[in-house]
């Protein structure tokens, strides 16, 4: 593999004259040297001379605020280079991260700064006003996420192979074909993935240049992620915005693999909160000198945003992150007020980052902490910042902090206070003649939980107050607007909507309560006739499936949270997948029930029972028009994901649904299950949703588990149904290329494993019958009969799986051939 290298590397002066000319043209030359891992010492000889050439061009001086004696203490271009995008997003996937960790002869640090530089001019055109194009800004952030999800990676790697270097990976001995001369020998596939790039954690946790360059990350991300000169630019705001999801994203594996590093939470990290902290201090002690000037208010905003994103996406567990982040906020809190200082519109975006960052901060910090900011955004509603032009942007974030504020709240208790101002935040201004947004429901629905967490101590109070006060206006205006379904008022059903959330607000707090007596219960119950009208009458609005959505949604949390009503709910929900034409939301709520049944205090037998009898009557009205669910793929995915749930085997130290109760009733269906199975071998072939796909393979693999005795008669019906299951398979491999993407792979690829452990002497036929329906040449099929009769020679099943997606690219690649 390193031979074409060293005869390039031979005319290296050549190549380093040419990429001083043409420096575009010469980084697709290192990005095919990025990619050359077989031999990755000596691709990285000749990037190490190649790089500086190609990033030349762009040498000018910008300080990085960073120690002098830092490596990354170096310059920073000012013009454009996107084209520059596929070397460093190529560099980040391998070379940059094994360079930072001292696994190669790179430098890491230019790398990181010109990294940063094509960012910079990315998101340049929102900053200047000059345009609102966020692609290269969303690519440039893409690069930093890879280069933390390689790392992260390369330590799953080396923890995954030291588990279990050697045997085999779990499977059943015995063959499904003879070996083959041309297949890989198992010595060679070892020495294959022991090749693959594995960092230990102690390494990591050693590893300065991570932390340099997050520190880099940050900065600039607190700099070129800042508010545009003009707030009021709308189509500048969506691309800061747009940019910032796509930061937050890259943030997220940056933090957890930083979350055990030692010392990383302490020192450098926290300095621009701290410059920030001043600056809200100094205008809190002279609030008649000081007053936030535009350019503060945008630094400002920026660490509020930045410190938010980064405590939102700390890991559970991270006691020393966390504690570092208490600790920060504790020093910033009393400084805030210096925000009301700000002039509109500034004022309102900054609060709004304010209320960001609370939402982080409280679900950051450990159970039995105090919520963080609580009293100071109630003091501070959107509505009172002076810019009625900002509500769209603020009033969601700031539903959501508080929402998340009040989880935090003692439990037990009822807060009255802060209870009657949710009431009033929620009901004092609405008008069911108004027109209304799809976002006030969603804020009317945050206040409504909110409201329950703070009062759910006292539930008589909270039940009353909502009954006497609330719901006879909300049951009038849904009565009103089922006479008129011309949804004039903007979104569909809000009234309807708004019913089910205040419902769902009156529901127990804390562990499910079975007790018949729950002052919720009664008027639950006397609210029955609007949602069976919900679920069985009124017509829906196919584009937001309401009102059946929010009604669905009730009704599971009423099954999970107030279990007197179980019955009652899982009828319903049955009723209504059995005679809506898209049942997607009922099946839904329906597996959702399942994931979630409190036994006890729900009876595991009785739950079992009533699930079984909601799962039948769903699954056989939908098999009564398999023609229309074979076009709807939300709904095939829905009634897959169901059944896969419900007969999903007890693992190690977790039992299956109601106590594995539920799976063998399920599969004592056995004229259900056939009629599922010969659904599955008609619709995986030619699906196209990754989710229905994953949902078939997923339900087939349960069915066949070896962990327990099946009846005789199950076993029989697999054996049936496996060659025409394997042709589906098989021929759902050859054609849809999301199944050669990891996570979906490796769904087929567990039921080729639990098919060759569970029916071991029926899979060899099953599988040639099923690859001979495949219009692929003989050579490319042999490859997975010889890759499933040697599973047991691998390691681990994620190298085995590795190989299995090695063997669908090829067949893939020879499909595109054929087709061409």
């Known amino acids: 593999a390193a031979a074409p290298l060293r005869s390039l590397a031979a005319q290296g002066q050549q190549l380093l004259a040419a990429a001083r000319t043409s420096p575009a043209e010469a980084s697709e030359v290192a990005q095919q040297l990025a990619k050359w891992r077989s031999a990755a010492k000596e691709a990285a000889e000749i990037l190490k001379e190649l790089l500086p050439c190609i990033f030349a061009e762009s ?119 003879a070996a083959s001369p041309d297949f890989a020998q198992p010595e060679k596939r070892l020495r294959r993935s022991q090749e693959r ?141 210096g925000l009301d200082s700000a002039l509109t519109p500034w004022r309102a975006l900054l609060w709004s980052a304010a209320c960001s960052l609370a939402t982080a901060v409280n679900s950051a910090t450990p159970t039995g902490t105090a919520p963080f900011l609580l009293e100071w955004m109630l003091q501070r509603k959107p509505s009172e910042a002076g ?34 101002q949710f009431l009033q935040l929620v009901f004092a201004n609405w008008n069911p003649a108004s027109p209304h947004e799809e976002r006030n429901i969603e804020v009317q629905a945050l206040y409504l939980s909110a409201l329950r967490a703070a009062m ?155 699930l079984d009898a909601a799962i039948a009557t769903s699954a056989d009205a939908l098999m009564q028009r398999t023609q229309v669910l074979l076009e709807s793929p939300d709904d095939l995915a829905a009634l897959f994901g169901l059944l896969s749930e419900a007969v999903r085997p007890s693992a190690i130290g977790a039992t299956g649904p109601c106590e594995d109760r539920l799976r063998p009733l399920i599969l004592g269906r056995s004229v259900l299950i056939g009629r599922c199975l010969s659904l599955v071998s008609v619709a995986l072939p030619e699906c196209r949703s990754d989710r229905a796909s994953q949902h078939m393979l997923r339900f087939v693999t349960r069915l066949m588990s070896a962990e327990e005795a099946q009846p005789a008669a199950h076993n029989d019906m697999l054996k049936t149904a496996l060659p025409p299951l394997c042709a589906s398979v098989c021929g759902a491999l050859a054609a849809q290329d999301f199944l050669a993407e990891p996570e979906a792979l490796a769904v087929a690829g567990d039921l080729l494993l639990t098919a060759a452990q569970a029916l071991p002497e029926s899979l060899p036929a099953a599988l040639t019958s099923g690859l001979s329906q495949v219009p692929l040449p003989d050579h490319s099929k042999v490859l997975l009969q010889q890759h499933v009769s040697a599973r047991e020679e691998w390691s681990q099943k994620g190298h085995w799986l590795e190989q299995l997606q090695q063997i669908v690219v090829e067949w893939h690649s020879e499909r595109h051939l054929n087709v061409r």
């Open 59 to 177: 040498e000018n001086e910008n300080d990085m605020e960073l120690a002098s004696d830092s490596p990354l203490h170096q310059s920073l271009p000012e013009e454009s280079a996107a084209w520059l995008l596929p070397l460093l997003q190529d560099l980040a996937e391998d070379f940059w991260p094994r360079a930072a960790l001292g696994e190669l002869d790179l430098d890491w640090a230019v790398i990181g700064k010109k990294a940063v530089w094509v960012l910079g001019s990315a998101t340049a055109p929102w900053q200047d006003g000059s345009g609102n194009e966020t692609e290269d800004a969303e690519a440039a952030v893409a690069v930093w996420q890879s280069f933390a999800e390689t790392v992260s990676a390369a330590v799953k790697a080396a923890e995954s192979f030291g588990s279990d270097s050697a045997g085999n990976a779990g499977y059943p001995s015995g063959s499904l074909v």
């Open 197 to 337: 790039w594995q960092l230990p954690r102690e390494k990591l946790a050693q590893a300065n240049s991570l932390q340099l360059l997050f520190q880099l990350l940050g900065q600039k991300l607190l700099e070129f992620m800042r508010l545009p000169a003009y707030p009021d630019d709308e189509d500048a705001l969506s691309s800061l915005f747009a940019a910032r999801t796509a930061a937050e994203a890259a943030l997220l594996p940056w933090a957890t693999l930083l979350a055990g590093v030692p010392g990383a939470w302490t020192g450098d990290l926290w300095g621009p909160l701290r410059r920030a902290k001043d600056m809200l201090q100094g205008i809190c002690e002279r609030p008649e000198e000081e007053m936030m000037t535009d350019d503060v208010s945008r630094d400002v905003e920026a660490v509020l945003w930045f410190f938010g994103a980064i405590c939102g996406s700390l890991p559970e567990g991270s006691a020393e992150a966390a504690s570092a982040v208490g600790t920060a906020m504790e020093s910033l809190l009393p400084y805030l007020a």
């Open 387 to 420: 810019a009625p032009e900002m509500l769209e942007l603020t009033e969601l974030p700031y539903a959501k902090a508080l929402e998340a504020a009040c989880q935090k709240l003692p439990p037990g208790m009822a807060h009255t206070d802060i209870g009657e």
């Open 456 to 610: 759910g101590g006292n539930p008589q109070l909270l039940c009353s107050s909502l009954r006497d006060k609330v719901l006879p206006g909300l049951c009038q205006a849904a009565d009103a607007e089922a006479q008129d379904v011309r949804n004039v008022n903007g979104v569909p059903w809000p009234a309807s909507r708004l019913l089910f959330e205040t419902l769902a607000a009156l529901l127990p707090v804390g562990a499910p309560l079975a007790d018949t007596a729950h002052p919720s219960i009664a008027t639950w119950r006397q609210a029955w006739p609007y949602l069976e009208k919900a679920m069985l009458q009124h017509p829906i609005d196919t584009a937001s499936d309401q009102p059946v959505k929010a009604a669905s949604q009730a009704l599971r949390r009423a099954a999970l949270h107030a279990p007197a009503l179980f019955v009652e709910v899982l009828q319903l929900l049955s009723q209504s997948a059995s005679r809506r034409e898209a049942p997607e939301v009922q099946l839904q709520a329906i597996r959702e029930i399942i994931i979630g049944v409190p036994c006890p205090p729900v009876d595991a037998a009785r739950a079992a029972e009533v």
